[in-house]
T-cell receptor, first 114, second 110 residues
């Protein structure tokens, strides 16, 4: 069966510090991968998605970037964190070329910027 | 523009008190509607996919239905462990993105 791992679960970082959040998927090949941010009491905001190694599409121009160095690895990064980067970050995967398949989420990273 | 609206924002039920959550959507060509359950501090857990009007899916005390404009998540005789936020999301022809509603926070009291 497929599983998705995100780490760390929680992270406290000072303003201006770098960021690296990692997500890996097991049990499937060539998944579509996604990074979301969820604000309290609001829906999920898509940040990045990837349909293959090295293929990244950005949804929201901001202080973050994403990379996919391996088929089942997705990384969210920042060179300098802002206070507004605080939030709950979720990684998700799906399969299939058509976008009518469900996405499956990891347990997220709670990021607090001080 | 594709849009999803969930109501109510919050719902309090007594254990055993059945009710329904609503998900209204506006999309040009529905390719799929998804229900998720999210517990505090966790990622959304996939529950159901509905593809066409009239379709129904069931899982334990939950039943999801779909019309051309909305979906309902019916909860029959809920238990405290059903307490969570329930999210609805849609894929439409005009967007490659999964569009999420803001969710309904359900609290079931013993």
């Amino acid at each position: 069966s497929q599983t998705i791992h995100q780490w760390p679960a929680t992270l406290v970082q000072p303003v201006g510090s770098p960021l690296s959040l990692e997500c890996t998927v097991e049990g499937t090949s060539n998944p579509n991968l996604y990074w979301y941010r969820q604000a309290a009491g609001r829906g999920l905001q898509l940040l990045f998605y990837s349909v293959g190694i090295g293929q990244i599409s950005s949804e929201v121009p901001q202080n973050l970037s994403a990379s996919r160095p391996q088929d089942r690895q997705f990384i969210l990064s920042s060179k300098k964190l802002l206070l507004s980067d605080s939030g709950f970050y979720l990684c998700a995967w799906s399969v299939g070329q058509g976008s009518n398949q469900p996405q499956h989420f990891g347990d997220g990273t709670r990021l607090s910027i001080l | 523009e594709d849009q999803v609206t969930q109501s109510p924002e919050a719902l309090r039920l007594q254990e055993g008190e059945s009710s329904s959550l609503n998900c209204s959507y506006t999309v040009s060509g529905l390719r799929g509607l998804f229900w998720y359950r999210q517990d505090p501090g966790k990622g959304p857990e996939f529950l159901f996919t509905l593809y066409s009007a009239g379709e129904e899916k069931e899982k334990e005390r939950l039943k999801a239905t779909l019309t051309k404009k909305e979906s309902f998540l019916h909860i029959t005789a809920p238990k405290p462990e059903d307490s969570a936020t329930y999210l609805c999301a849609v894929y439409g022809d005009s967007s490659y993105k999964l569009i999420f509603g803001s969710g309904t926070r359900l609290l079931v009291r013993p």
